[in-house]
């Protein structure tokens, strides 16, 4: 069992960065597949980073390649999303997931959820 709990979020004019963080608690923290999802207002939760357990292995959705930057610290149990050249359109409520089994962008595949935190990127 592992439950998350995100901090870092706010509101930060286009162009801007935050860093979102992802605290995790659980002794298996490190064997998970770790993902950051986000939602819109109206729209469907989307992938937006994941990361293997060793750190070795990242994915990115394609509108946010170049932008954001997801590490993970396992000794510290923390996942983070570097954010830089945000865009209004990245606005939306941000999630961290993770997951034993599964390393997709699928959303409904993941086990655990965080409650979320809003980013808000005004133009």
């Known amino acids: 069992q592992v439950q998350l709990v995100e901090s870092g979020g706010g509101l930060v004019q286009a162009g801007g960065s935050l860093r979102l963080s992802c605290a995790a608690s659980g002794r298996t923290f490190s064997m998970y597949f770790m993902g950051w999802f986000r939602q819109a207002p109206g729209k469907e939760r989307e992938f937006v980073a994941g990361?293997?357990?060793?750190?070795?292995?990242?994915s990115y959705a394609d509108s946010v390649k170049g932008r954001f930057t997801i590490s993970r610290d396992n000794a510290k149990n923390m996942v983070y999303l570097q954010m830089d050249s945000l865009k209004s359109e990245d606005t939306a409520i941000y999630y961290c997931?993770?997951?034993?089994?599964?390393?997709?962008?699928?959303?409904?595949?993941?086990?655990?959820w965080g409650q979320g935190t809003q980013v808000t990127v005004s133009s």
């Open positions: 997931a993770g997951d034993s089994q599964y390393s997709g962008s699928y959303y409904a595949e993941y086990d655990f």
């Open positions: 990361i293997s357990w060793t750190g070795r292995r990242t």
